[in-house]
């Protein structure tokens, strides 16, 4: 089983709509942290937010909003008024202690296509 | 100028050659990370260094091997390539020195094709 789940593989939608990614997430650990990173078309990889597992307090920033549930194991990610720049590829991911230290474990990915 | 370069950027080779991707960073971190991205797989973690003198296999190590010559510099090798292989490869770094230790910082990539 994975360790992080995006089961949207690719979405569709038109600028200005809201468009929300899921993200869902599986550990026993009680102190870990979730990810967000964004792959646009030129290929870079860009971290974007990082959560704790005590903090549940959604976050936004500009068009950007985290819904952070521990009672659900997701992080989901919320776009508001998409633009045709927010078109990438999204990652959510999970970090888990291994050995004394915390290595982060990636999920698929979820393509996002804006179109004008 | 970037803060982790990767080099090549692209690269083609054939079946059995031995090749290295190498990365360099100039952010002072200590940690650093080779993932390969396949379509549809997402990010897969090969092989990480907390210094120097630490070298830790990933998830998928089978095939290949690194070394960390330097604190900026962490190398990843193919000793015989083969064409499933064949992915994107990224350098990442991240900094025990804050709290956030496992926050990942990445090169740009190197598209690799084994034939």
């Known amino acids: 089983a994975q360790k992080v789940t995006q089961a949207q593989t690719e979405i569709s939608v038109v600028e200005k709509e809201d468009v929300t990614l899921d993200c869902v997430y599986e550990?026993?650990?009680?102190?870990?942290?979730l990810f967000w990173y964004k792959q646009p078309p030129s290929g870079e990889l860009v971290f974007l937010i990082r959560?704790?597992?005590?903090?549940?307090q959604n976050e936004i920033s500009g068009r950007y909003s985290w819904n952070f549930q521990k009672s659900t194991s997701s992080f989901n990610f919320t776009i508001t008024a998409s633009q045709v720049v927010d078109s990438a590829v999204y990652f959510c991911?999970?970090?888990?202690?291994?050995?004394?230290?915390?290595?982060?474990?990636f999920g698929r990915g979820t393509s996002l296509i804006v179109h004008p | 100028d970037a803060d982790v370069t990767q080099t090549p950027r692209n690269r083609i080779t054939k079946t059995g050659k031995r090749i290295m991707l190498e990365c360099s960073q100039t952010?002072?971190?200590?940690?650093m990370y080779w993932y390969r991205q396949d379509p549809g797989l997402g990010l897969r973690l090969i092989y990480y260094?907390?210094?120097?003198?630490?070298?830790n296999k990933g998830e998928i190590s089978d095939g290949y091997s690194v070394s960390r010559q330097a604190q900026a510099k962490f190398s990843l090798s193919l000793e015989s390539a083969i064409p499933n292989q064949t992915a994107l490869y990224f350098c990442?770094?991240?900094?025990?020195?804050?709290?956030?230790?496992?926050?990942?910082?990445f090169g740009p990539g190197t598209r690799l094709t084994v034939l």
């Open positions: 550990t026993r650990d009680t102190t870990y942290y």
């Open positions: 260094s907390f210094d120097v003198k630490d070298i």
């Open positions: 991911a999970l970090s888990e202690a291994r050995g004394g230290s915390y290595i982060p474990t």
């Open positions: 959560r704790n597992s005590f903090d549940e």
């Open positions: 952010k002072g971190h200590d940690r």
């Open positions: 990442a770094t991240s900094d025990s020195w804050t709290q956030r230790t496992d926050t990942q910082y």
